[in-house]
């Protein structure tokens, strides 16, 4: 029997944080001993917001040493670009035309830039419709990603419906995996942590930065307990270890700071140490994904012949 398969994505926009990796990217190295994967850069996604090239390009890279470095085996998971396959811009115009605007008009992600912006793009609109095709073409059983990216997913399985009744039976309907009790990861600042709020602690920080940004975390305590550091520090330790110290602790701030300090340090040092390993060869890495580009190529072509017979365009 074939194994099931899991197809997620990351937007090449900045530094990835402990939010990125507890939230979502840890689920890709869980998952790929039991299922066949799919890690990919969703690079044509992170457009909207990243318009400077040489960032775009120095972004897609750190991407893929991100993956490396958190320990996904190219054995088991298949990396690509986006932008390689060029099915996924293909596929989501398609889906356009099937897809109305007052059902995308309820996205949350359009709805809170919208209240941020009058004057929405068009990619940002339609940002879950590449989405969708970006799932669609390779048929995973699942699709980890954070909470906030749920509708994303069910914004696909919606499509991939409304498509199977108008067309016949032709995409596999997806389901989002959120890990359980992983609440939303608070930034320094109590805030959800957040690239765009400059309130994180970077996966792949040095010691230095990891004791600046826990040193800033805002300590509105109740009891005693400061509870932004205690959410952090949660993600590394189990709340049955975690109580008896902050209770002893009681109001002792600085020694509970201290505590993450160390434990974060414990935590990021061998990631941080991977990712130097793999930075000193970027032509090896580059190579990865131009196979597994070469792979995931294979799988898309195939759906999209199957679409465009479906659709009937093919003569
Ligand atoms: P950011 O808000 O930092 O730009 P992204 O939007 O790029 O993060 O999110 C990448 C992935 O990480 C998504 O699957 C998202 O759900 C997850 N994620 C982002 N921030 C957090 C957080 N603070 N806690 C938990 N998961 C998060
Ligand atoms: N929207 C996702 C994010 O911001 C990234 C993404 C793009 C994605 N396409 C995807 C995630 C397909 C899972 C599946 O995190």
């Given at each position: 029997m074939s194994k099931k398969i899991f197809l997620s994505g990351v937007q090449p926009s900045g530094k990835?944080?402990?939010?990125?990796?507890?939230?979502?990217?840890?689920?890709?190295?869980?998952?790929?001993?039991?299922?066949?994967g799919y890690a990919f850069i969703a690079d044509y996604h992170a457009?909207?917001?990243?318009r400077n090239p040489k960032e775009?390009?120095?972004?897609?890279?750190?991407?893929?040493?991100d993956y490396l470095a958190i320990g996904l085996d190219p054995k088991k998971v298949t990396f690509f670009k986006q932008s390689d396959i060029s099915e996924h811009t293909e596929l989501a115009w398609i889906?356009?035309?099937?897809?109305?605007?007052?059902?995308?008009?309820?996205?949350?992600?359009?709805?809170?830039?919208?209240?941020?912006?009058k004057e929405i793009d068009v990619g940002t609109f339609n940002y879950p419709v590449l989405m969708a095709a970006d799932i669609l073409l390779y048929g995973p059983d699942v699709v980890p990603v954070?909470?906030?990216?749920?509708?994303?997913?069910?914004?696909?399985r919606d499509i991939a419906e409304k498509f199977n009744h108008i067309?016949?039976?032709?995409?596999?309907?997806?389901?989002?995996?959120?890990?359980?009790?992983?609440?939303?990861?608070?930034?320094?600042?109590?805030?959800?942590?957040?690239?765009?709020?400059?309130?994180?602690i970077p996966l792949f920080a040095e010691y230095e930065?990891?004791?600046?940004?826990?040193?800033s975390i805002v300590t509105d305590s109740g009891e005693g307990i400061p509870k932004n550091v205690y959410a952090i520090h949660n993600l590394l330790r189990p709340a049955t270890e975690l109580d008896p110290i902050y209770k002893s602790k009681t109001g002792k701030y600085k020694e509970l700071k201290e505590l993450l300090i160390e434990d974060l340090e414990k935590f990021i040092a061998p990631l941080r140490e991977r990712r130097k390993e793999f930075?000193?060869?970027?032509p090896k890495a580059l190579a990865i994904l131009k196979a597994g580009g070469e792979k995931a190529q294979k799988v898309a072509s195939k759906k999209m012949e199957e679409v465009r017979e479906k659709i009937g365009v093919k003569l």
């Open positions: 990835p944080h402990i939010g990125n990796y507890f939230g979502a990217m840890k689920q890709f190295v869980d998952l790929q001993n039991e299922y066949d457009l909207h917001s990243l775009m390009n120095e972004n897609i890279k750190s991407v893929l040493l889906f356009d035309t099937i897809t109305t605007m007052p059902f995308l008009m309820r996205a949350h992600a359009f709805k809170d830039a919208e209240a941020k912006n954070g909470a906030d990216q749920k509708q994303h997913v069910e914004i696909a067309y016949g039976e032709t995409f596999k309907l997806p389901e989002p995996m959120i890990l359980k009790n992983m609440a939303i990861v608070p930034g320094t600042d109590g805030r959800k942590m957040s690239k765009s709020y400059g309130n994180t930065e990891i004791k600046k940004a826990v040193m930075e000193k060869d970027i």
